[in-house]
């Protein structure tokens, strides 16, 4: 089973979140991008990988451990994004402005009682929600455009679970189905 840790939104930051994407899309032109789904924005904290049973339930151990402690927050979008860079972007993504330092820290527990249990999460933690990934050279321009426009769209979004996700590749693109979903206070 290939599992993560991640965080849904709530439908109009979904919908801020799809009206940037669908803004850069059109300026991306043909096939340039293989965009999210609007139905998979979410925020990772940690990719786990394939894992068995036993380590499905480390994790949720983890989560449950994790999340008793901790209390909703507020999040907002933020700046429009590349990684590694916006000059030789591979993905492009929307920051977080407001709960940036609340995503940190719970990320970072979290991520700590997974390596306590013998999980190595990947990669340092960004808060960011991932749109696309850069298939091809993106046209003149599309970068500085995608950002001005995220810039003029505003949205909040209430975190106030962490699931475990089980990731589910396919042709057509990966779907998502919770393992478990835990509240925060």
Avoid at 37 to 50: K, V
Avoid at 169 to 185: D, F, I, K, M, Q
Wanted: hydrophobic share 45%.
């Amino acid at each position: 089973m290939r599992l993560f840790v991640a965080s849904f939104f709530e439908p109009l930051f979904v919908e801020a979140i799809s009206d940037i994407a669908g803004r850069a899309r059109a300026n991306a032109g043909s096939d340039a991008v293989k965009w999210v789904e609007r139905r998979n924005y979410h925020l990772s904290y940690a990719f786990l990988g394939e894992v068995g049973p036993a380590a499905v339930e480390r994790a949720v151990q983890c989560v449950d451990e994790v999340v008793a402690g901790c209390r909703a927050f507020t999040l907002s979008l933020g700046p429009f994004g590349a990684f590694p860079s916006a000059a030789a972007p591979r993905v492009l993504w929307l920051g977080v402005d407001k709960g940036a330092a609340a995503l940190r820290e719970l990320a970072g527990k979290l991520r700590g009682e997974l390596s306590l249990r013998g999980f190595e999460p990947d990669k340092r933690f960004e808060p960011h929600i991932t749109v696309g990934r850069v298939r091809r050279r993106l046209p003149e321009g599309f970068f500085d455009s995608a950002a001005d426009y995220a810039k003029t769209r505003t949205a909040e979004s209430v975190l106030s679970s962490v699931e475990v996700m089980e990731s589910l590749l396919a042709p057509e693109g990966a779907s998502y189905r919770p393992v478990c979903s835990r509240r925060l206070l």
